[in-house]
């Protein structure tokens, strides 16, 4: 079936200017994960959306970050007022609920560049 | 704060050479997982271990898992210019779904 999808593959744009980043994730995955990886960098974790719950927000770095959720698939990952720290790879993740095991299947990420 | 550390950032090998790769972790998990990364792009699960095993295959792959010194290790076998990629581990500390925390990850290069 399909994998998780994500959309543009690449974005560059201007320094202030807002920015929104798409994830379908695999149908039936009820968690959702964004991550941000800078260049030779680990991921560094984002937020995080299970089911119906309060999304985790504890790894925004900034109040100009945000991200929806909406019906429960289609995420938005949206950048208010970029600056050019905020370049990076964006990546996200979704997994099936099973308990204590949480592989995540990830998508191709969309590379960011700020001028 | 980051939880995996991998070690040796980066390796360099022979085609047909096996390749070791360790992960330390600093607080308890539920269970360790190793990703592979092409090009910097999306991750690839390669294997999950639990907390209460200490040895898993897959392939070509061998992972140990050791709790009491919070370290893993991954080993590829007869390695292959193809394996060339980033291989990062990954914890999870607590039980269902939650958002993993990554190392810095190994480069592998295995050369022809």
């Known amino acids: 079936g399909a994998g998780v999808s994500q959309s543009p593959s690449n974005k560059v744009t201007e320094k202030g200017k807002d920015v929104e980043l798409r994830c379908d994730p695999i149908?039936?995955?009820?968690?959702l994960y964004w991550y941000r990886q800078s260049l030779g960098q680990g991921l560094e974790f984002l937020i995080y959306?299970?089911?119906?719950?309060?999304?985790?927000k504890s790894g925004l770095p900034s109040d100009r970050f945000s991200a929806e959720r909406t019906g429960g698939s289609v995420s938005t990952l949206t950048i208010q007022r970029t600056q050019q720290e905020d370049s990076a790879v964006y990546l996200c993740?979704?997994?099936?609920?099973?308990?204590?095991?949480?592989?995540?299947?990830f998508g191709p990420g969309t590379r960011l560049t700020v001028l | 704060s980051q939880q995996g550390e991998e070690d040796p950032q980066a390796l360099s090998i022979q085609e047909g050479e096996n390749a070791t790769m360790n992960c330390s972790y600093k607080?308890?998990?539920?269970?360790l997982q190793w990703y592979r990364q092409n090009s910097g792009r999306g991750l690839v699960h390669l294997i999950l271990?639990?907390?209460?095993?200490r040895e898993k295959h897959s392939g070509r792959l061998r992972v140990t898992l050791d709790t009491s010194k919070k370290s893993s290790s991954l080993l590829i076998t007869a390695s292959r210019a193809a394996d060339t990629a980033s291989y990062f581990c990954a914890t999870d500390g607590k039980a269902g779904n939650t958002p993993l925390v990554f190392g810095k990850g190994t480069r592998l290069s295995v050369i022809a």
């Open positions: 993740a979704s997994s099936y609920r099973t308990g204590a095991y949480n592989e995540q299947f």
């Open positions: 607080t308890s998990i539920n269970n």
């Open positions: 149908s039936g995955h009820t968690a």
């Open positions: 271990i639990r907390s209460n095993e």
């Open positions: 959306f299970q089911g119906n719950s309060a999304p985790d």
